[in-house]
């Protein structure tokens, strides 16, 4: 199977298994030390990484110019068979990915002409759609017992289309946008909806502050976070949720309430939207 080589090997622990068209591998490093990484294969890969900061180090993709960024939790990775992904880190927090090794000659890709596309390298990039199917394909990893193949190739297949539909258009690096918010609102609607995740937000209490219109706002928005001003808000919700669950001191349904939530049940659906899982499971993991 082909894999991210990571030296030295040690640090990081893997669980993987093989669907054919996709083989999906879980990558949690597990000591603070430098380790370095390198990927080069006739499969494209996709890393959805839900936890990455680091103190130091470098990260290079062909095609695209070096990056030193620090963090990229929830972001995403693109690398086109072919292309050599590699670097080095020293981790701040300790990384969680997840690799998705795509076929591009599978049969079940023919019809879409997968294998003809010339696919763009992605470097720390998010995208909602590829995202939420990322973390499904991740929870089916983690489950197998609850696997279903037919289901399984469903989800491999709205990848596939997700992939190519990104593909034809839009930037290869994240970056803010022409037309974004400039840094200072940008700044300020961040800060607001963290220091008021358990309050009600409106549309247009952001948009007053960024001294903008609703119609204005919303759309520059977007373009510099990437997502609406509601799912960034939802994703930093279940941030904090996160958090919360790891510490095991409040129960799910007060957790909901303190991230914003009025119903154990809204909570529950938004929660396994974004993670694949709902929050009793994701507890019952860190276990």
């Not at 909570?267 to 994701?282: L, M, Q």
Request: hydrophobic fraction near 40%; include cysteine; proline fraction near 6%.
């Amino acid at each position: 199977m082909p894999n991210l080589a990571v030296t030295p090997p040690a640090i990081a622990q893997r669980q993987s298994a093989d669907w054919g068209l996709l083989q999906p591998e879980q990558v949690d490093v597990i000591r603070h030390e430098s380790f370095d990484y390198e990927f080069k294969g006739s499969r494209h890969l996709l890393i959805a990484s839900e936890r990455a900061e680091r103190l130091d180090g470098e990260t290079l993709l062909d095609g695209l110019p070096r990056s030193t960024r620090r963090e990229w939790s929830r972001k995403m990775t693109f690398v086109p068979a072919g292309h050599r992904f590699y670097g080095w880190q020293k981790p701040r927090r300790l990384l969680r990915s997840t690799f998705l090794y795509i076929d591009p000659r599978s049969s079940l890709l023919s019809e879409l002409r997968f294998a003809e596309v010339e696919f763009r390298p992605r470097l720390f990039f998010f995208d909602p759609d590829v995202w939420a199917t990322a973390l499904k394909l991740k929870a089916q990893l983690q489950h197998p017992c609850r696997s279903q193949r037919a289901y399984v190739e469903a989800l491999c297949i709205a990848l596939a289309h997700e992939l190519m539909r990104m593909n034809e258009g839009g930037s290869s690096v994240e970056a803010n946008m022409r037309g974004g918010l400039p840094g200072w609102q940008q700044k300020k609607a961040a800060q607001y909806i963290e220091e008021h995740l358990a309050d009600e937000i409106s549309l247009t209490s952001l948009a007053r502050l960024a001294e903008l219109s609703p119609f204005h706002f919303s759309r520059a928005f977007k373009e510099s976070f990437g997502m609406p001003p509601y799912r960034y808000l939802t994703s930093r919700r279940i941030d904090r949720a996160k958090v919360l669950l790891a510490e095991r001191k409040l129960s799910v349904t007060e957790i909901g309430l303190d991230v914003g939530f009025s119903e154990t049940s809204s909570f529950t659906s938004a929660f396994r939207k974004v993670t694949g899982e709902t929050p009793t499971e994701y507890r019952r993991s860190l276990a």
